[in-house]
């Protein structure tokens, strides 16, 4: 089956033994591709709308996998079903990601690996995740239509970071291929910016993003 490169990029990523929720599943082609591609025995794919759902069932029906999907409404965890083991968050902001983990805490016990792939917070989304009790354990970038997007794999397991490996990306940082490059002297264009941007009297941000700017200056140059 034809699935985008950041829903294929994630969904091989899911271990092949997991049971997976896939939150704000929207037309639930990841879950699809799971099950048809990599050889899931069953995925719950779950939204907070009825009329993303309604075209998820007909995909479903459509590659004949309603015995491996389960279709949820349900806002966030409130979809989450005893077993399930790895969730898939993607296209959504990172501070909504962090207040749909916030509001149902009580799951995560059970959930041993997260693949989240927010279109921006990236950093707050990595914060959250480590308060939570996990460790980054794999990073990928995917690039679609001109824009670049991270991919996280956590998994279960406290680790502490140092802010700079935090920043740059335990994982990512040890990559030096073409697009983590690009990704980087992005990211130092924004950290520009923004210190152009901000007012005297905000110091301490200054202090931080001038810091920011040298650790990417290091990196791509090195």
Known sequence: MKINTRLKTIG???????YPLDI????????IYLVKEKGLSKTVASDNKSGPLKKARENVNFYKVSDKVELIEAEGLDSYKEGIDTITISGMGGLNINKILDDNKRYLKNITTLILSPNNYSDAVKRKLLK???HIDNEVLVKEKNIIYQIFVFKRGRKYYSYKKLFLGPVLSKKKDTLTIEYYKNLLENKKAL???LPKSFRNKIKVTKKEIKYLEDIINN
């Open 12 to 18: 091989d990523l899911v271990p092949l033994s997991s």
């Open 24 to 31: 704000g599943c929207d037309h639930a082609l990841l879950s």
């Open 195 to 197: 210190l152009k941007a």
């Open 132 to 134: 939570l009790g996990y």
